[in-house]
Structures are given as C-alpha cells and as structure tokens.
C-alpha cells in the first residue's frame, strides 16, 4: 500500500489464567514493540494495542487448580502481566481487558451485526453434557484415555503425554471432571461462521495479494488450510464464563473465546480513543490505515483466515501484514508449564532487574538476545550460555566497549568536550566510516520495514564494530604522546573523537527501538533530549555540537559471571525434577510399542513432521581450533550455504568430505559451539564404532527433501 496515514500495531492477547514466559515475549510483544518504537521514531502516526484475553475454559479450569474464582484469576494476573511488560520495556498505547464492559458491548455490537445480515448460521449438534453437573462440557472438562498412547488422563483437545491433537469423540472412557462421572450427548443449538464460503475471497487475498510480502510460514499454513477445505467453525459455545450471546433464547450460551479475544483489539482501541479524546473508527474503517498484527505460528489461522473474515463481513479495514514467529524451546527442550521447563518473564525480572541498582539494563540484555535468536523463519533456542555469550561478548565487549572508550579518551584528550572536525587533515579512513554510519541508517530502516529484526539489530552492532576498528586503527591515545614534539597531531585526534562521537549518537538513535533503556542512558551521557532520538536524525554527523560538554562515562552493560548462569540451569532443572512427568499406561499399549528394547520412546507421525530433512552437499570443510573433535562446514542446501559444526572430526580428514552429500536436519535452532554458530546438524550412522554418512546412493539436487 501507499504510505499510510496511520498505523494500528496489534500484539496477541495473553490469556490472564497465568504468568507468561520469554517464548511468549519473543513470539509476540518483543518485535511488536521493536517496530512501534522505530515508527513513532519516525513521528508517525501510530497505536499499539494489546490486553488480557479473559475468557474461555483456560480460566475457569486456574480457577479450580488454585481453588477459587474465574474473576479472581483474571484479577490476580491481569496487572501481573501488564507490570511484567512494562518492565522489560514492551511501551503499549493500552493494556486492556476483555473483562471489561466496553469489550463485552463491542463484541456482542460484532455477533449481531453478522447474525442480522445472515452472515451467521445455527445447526443443531451432539455434544458431551453432566447430567450431574447439569452442564454441556468444553473439551478441558473431559479426560479419557488417549487412544494414541494409552495415556490414562488425556484431556478432551489434547493429550499432554504424547501431545496428540484430540477431541473429545476419540477419548476411550470419557469421563467428566466436574463430576468425575461419565458424560451423555445431547442435542444443542450454535451458531457458526460459515467459513466455506469465503474460500475464494482467502485464495485471492492471502495466497495472490500478499504471496510476495507475508512470511513462507504464514503463506504455508494458509494455504494448508484453505486447500484443506474450510468448514463452519462455531461462535457460541455452552458454557456460564465469557460474553453471553445477545439473543433471548441463547440462555447458557456465551461467545466462544476464539470469536471475542480479537475483537478486543477493536474494544481496546476504542477505550484508548475515550482516554485520549480521539476519534477510534479510523483506525479500523479507513483504508488509508495499515493494520498490522503481531502473533505466534499457533495464532496463524485465527489471525489470517477467521478475523479477516469477520473484519470483512463487519466493514473493518484487513490486516496489511502478519509476521508470525516460530516457537522458542529452553536449553534443548519445549517450553512447558505443564513440566516446569520455562522461564517466566517474572522470574527474569525477579533475578536480573530487582536484585541490582539499575537493572533496567538487564531487560535490555534480554530484548538484546531473543532479538538476536528470534524464531523469524524458524524454532529457536534460548541457552543460558548463549545470553551469557550474547552479553559478554556482543553487549559488553563491543557496543559498551565503543562508547565507553569514546568517552574515556574525550575526557582524557579533549577536556570533555566534542572535539572539531578538520577536514583539512581527514583521510580515506575517515569518510569511508562517515559513509557507513549513513548507510547503517539506510540498511537498519529497510530490514525494519521489512518485519527483519534480527538483521536489523545485527546492522546495528555492526557499527559499533565498525567504530571499534576505527578507533583502533587511528589510535587516538598513541598519537597523544606525541603532541609535545607535534602539536599539530590533535587535529588528528580531534577528527578520531569527532566521528566517534557522532557514531555513538548514531547508535543511541539506532539502538533505541531494540534497547530502549540503553538509548535513554546514552542520551543522559550525552546531556541531549530525547527529540535526538527521532529517526530522521540518523545518520546525521552533526549530532553533538563542538564544543559541547559531555558527562563522564558510566557503563552500559556489566559482565555477566559463571556462577550466575550455573545457578539458572541448576534453578531449571531443579524446578522441572518437582514435576513428573504422566506415566504412560502400558495396558493400552501394543506389544510393538511396549518391547521397545534399547529404542527411544514411540513418538507420533505429528512429531516426526516437524523434523525438515534436506539433502545438502558439503562445499568445504576445516578443523576447528582447540577443538580436536569438531569441522566447521559449509553445506550446500540448493537455497542457502549454511555453517554447520559437526563432531566428526575424529572420523573424517575436511579435505575427504568435501563434494559430499549428506542428510542435514535444517531447522534445528541454531546453537554456538567455540564461538561459531551452526545452523543445522549432520545426520550419521554408528557401526561398531565407525561413522558413516546418510546419504542419498545417487547424486541429486541440494535441498531435496527427505521424507
């Protein structure tokens, strides 16, 4: 689209039934936050949006786990998840609720809107019902054996054993959890959205209109959907927690969560209009406004196929772009509040922000790392080594490094003071940096635009490097001793600080969308106001006036210590040992799953799929230093050359495998291993102590999958 008036920034509602962990900021809140903050930089116009989604069974089921009530729930960790995203710097226009009244008007306005213009439809259904209870049961409420495993207590949607997608018909002794006895079908009436009859209207729009400019992972699981064939999907469910459906004889009946949650951007919206005296209907009804939603991959299909739908029998503009990540797993496992295996947001702020003076900084540190290791186009990997890694070596050794030595030297060599630029005396060295500081800006502002963050924050620390080597290179400190028998050397020194300067206000201006308390810290260094922050500044050389008094330095990031990291893994490990793991129930299990030998536990097909299996061809191979067992290789994948580190060097001499073809497992989340970051791993055979490579008996194309 043209260059829109105004911007409508979404971030998935959480669900209030508990307190969120990283892969949920990574996922969603983080690059939402990331590309507002460089809009507003922009001095666009723009509004952020998000809130507590609190309603659905998610709810009313905490509410027995922690034996009280729905409302109590959502009362205890709404302001809970709203405090823990303002502390790790996530700058909503509004944290709503669905809760509130504005919501439950806004989306029973929506269901009756679409009900009157025949764009609902009711049908008659059979449906599980506690005749003791005297209640119809959502999936959560009834527990069966799995009949994929033999799990015991499988849950009506879900078995937490295997994790099988189910559904309460396929559960063998389905039993209720509210009465522990077993359920009856009965007859009851809901309305739907007759999602069939928008397949054209999806085809057209998703896969033609955005097939250039939506992420391959969007595209891919819209077109599943779509080819799949789309059904009626229901929008009332029978249940007493939620919005309660608008018609007299719906008695018992409430929106189904999946139809209210994300008309909550809208009520939000409307309740950020109301505080701030705006006018809220052009940001959903005009077309000169770009709707943008940020989401996890779980939330693809309700955010791509079913809200547009509803937005477009509803009259409401449709989202220009929904950048969907992949999901974050912790130190080589899923994440699982189920098993214990997680990192809470809460936890992060409790260990690393309130135990220390100034730890706004260390939210920085965190946004710093899942930026760099977001699941854009695939998993990734949060490793305790690896944020150590990311901050040690990256934050503190480069761009703290650069700032911090900037200021030492101005203080030390030029009173304090921004030096002068002579351009009488400036040589090659000198423009090309000018030059890549205005070409940072350049670079940084397309891959934003682009949805890139990780790209973009990679363009940003480049620079800091680049100023590094700059510094060192003119040495500054070297060419002081020299001032007594050669005066006329400060200009020298003079035109080193100038652009060091200016490219550390540069970085504060670049930074600021990724490290927001960084560049408010900067600016105080610098005695600016925070107007230096807007984005058409960048790559400007005349940041810091001459002459202009500075403060002294303070360090942005502090080294993060071993026994730290070893206390987080120990934490981790430790909390998961409280929590067993369900025990499978072999009774239901066939003797070919239960003798299963020295094998690994049966797995489902639905597991095996998620493993993408290329061909690849080795390209070129060498020892990695001081590591006796690892090649670092280069393999050809036919669509990208990836680094893979392998551990095979104890097997094979690098000049003997390459031309090789091999069978590479591609999107395994990338992992460093003495420094260097392998995207990928080698698959191998084991044969009385020999390794053998899997690969394919003839020669063909890299890339090919394997299946």
């Not at 001459?546 to 981790?572: H, M, S, T, W």
Request: include cysteine.
């Amino acid at each position: 689209m043209k260059d829109p008036k105004r911007y409508l920034i979404t971030a998935a509602l959480p669900y209030a039934n508990g307190l969120k962990h990283i892969g949920h900021l990574a996922g969603a809140y983080l690059p939402a936050d990331i590309y507002v903050r460089y809009l507003k930089a922009q001095q666009r116009d723009v509004v952020f949006v998000c809130g507590s989604d609190e309603h659905g069974t998610a709810i009313p089921i905490q509410a027995t786990k922690e034996g009280t009530t729905a409302q109590a729930i959502i009362d205890k960790y709404h302001p809970i998840i709203e405090e823990n995203f303002r502390e790790l710097g996530i700058a909503f226009d509004i944290y709503h609720r669905t809760s509130a009244p504005i919501h439950h008007q806004t989306a029973q306005e929506f269901f009756t809107a679409l009900n009157e213009k025949g764009d609902l439809e009711t049908k008659e259904t059979e449906q599980y019902y506690d005749e003791e209870a005297k209640t119809f049961l959502a999936d959560r409420y009834i527990k069966g054996t799995c009949p994929n495993c033999g799990y015991e207590n499988a849950y009506g949607d879900q078995c937490e054993r295997c994790g099988k997608s189910l559904s309460p018909d396929e559960l063998i002794n389905p039993v209720s959890t509210l009465s522990g006895k077993p359920p009856v079908k009965k007859l009851t009436r809901h309305w739907y959205l007759p999602l069939n009859r928008h397949e054209d209207f999806l085809r057209e729009w998703i896969l033609k209109d955005h097939a250039e400019d939506w992420r391959a992972n969007v595209l891919g699981q819209c077109k599943s959907w779509i080819d799949g064939g789309l059904q009626p999907r229901a929008v009332t469910r029978d249940l007493d927690w939620g919005i309660k459906v608008p018609l007299p004889d719906a008695e018992g009946k409430v929106l189904y969560v999946w139809f209210d949650a994300p008309i909550g951007y809208i009520s939000a919206t409307k309740q950020w209009a109301l505080d701030h005296g705006k006018d809220w209907t052009p940001y959903w009804q005009d077309k000169d406004t770009k709707l943008v939603h940020f989401i996890g991959k779980d939330n693809i299909v309700f955010h791509c196929i079913i809200f547009p739908v509803m937005l477009k029998l509803h009259g409401n503009i449709l989202p220009d772009n929904v950048p969907s990540n992949e999901f974050m797993n912790l130190e080589g496992d899923k994440m699982s509040t189920s098993r214990n295996w997680k990192l809470e947001m809460q936890d992060y702020i409790n260990d690393f922000i309130h135990k220390e003076n100034g730890g706004s900084q260390m939210a920085d540190v965190l946004r710093y790392y899942l930026t760099q290791i977001a699941p854009e186009t695939k998993d990734s990997e949060f490793m305790w080594k690896g944020f150590q890694d990311a901050n040690n070596s990256e934050l503190v050794s480069i761009f703290g490094n650069f700032v911090n030595r900037t200021f030492v030297l101005m203080h030390k060599l030029c009173k304090g003071k921004v030096t002068p630029y002579h351009t009488a005396v400036a040589d090659e060295l000198d423009a090309q940096t000018i030059v890549e500081i205005k070409q940072t800006k350049e670079k940084v502002e397309q891959l934003l635009e682009a949805y890139r963050f990780r790209e973009a924050l990679f363009e940003v620390i480049n620079l800091a490097r680049i100023g590094n080597q700059y510094m060192q290179k003119k040495e500054p400190w070297i060419l002081a001793k020299k001032l007594e028998a050669q005066p006329e050397v400060q200009q020298l020194i003079d035109n080193c600080l100038h652009i060091c300067l200016q490219l550390t206000a540069n970085l504060a201006i670049l930074i600021n969308p990724f490290l927001p308390f960084t560049a408010k810290k900067m600016l105080h260094m610098m005695k600016v106001v925070e107007k230096m922050l807007n984005w058409e500044n960048a790559g400007s050389m005349k940041l810091l006036s001459v002459g202009y008094p500075l403060r002294p330095p303070e360090l942005l990031f502090r080294k993060i210590e071993d026994d730290e990291i070893n206390a987080q893994i120990e934490k981790l490990k430790s909390a998961s040992a409280t929590k067993e793991a369900p025990a499978v129930n072999t009774k239901q299990m066939t003797p070919e799953q239960s003798a299963t030998g020295n094998q690994k536990s049966a797995i489902v097909f639905d597991d095996f799929a998620k493993i993408d299996l290329r061909v690849g061809t080795i390209v070129s191979a060498e020892k990695v230093e001081k590591a006796d067992k690892l090649l670092k290789l280069q393999v050809d994948l036919g669509f990208e050359t990836r680094t893979i580190v392998s551990g095979i060097a104890l097997h094979f001499k690098p000049e003997e495998i390459v031309g090789k073809q091999v069978t590479v497992v591609t999107n395994l989340a990338p992992r460093k291993m003495r420094g260097i970051e392998s995207n990928g791993m080698i698959l191998m055979a084991e044969d009385n102590g020999k390794l053998h490579f899997i690969n394919p008996e003839d020669k063909i194309n890299s890339g090919s999958t394997v299946s």
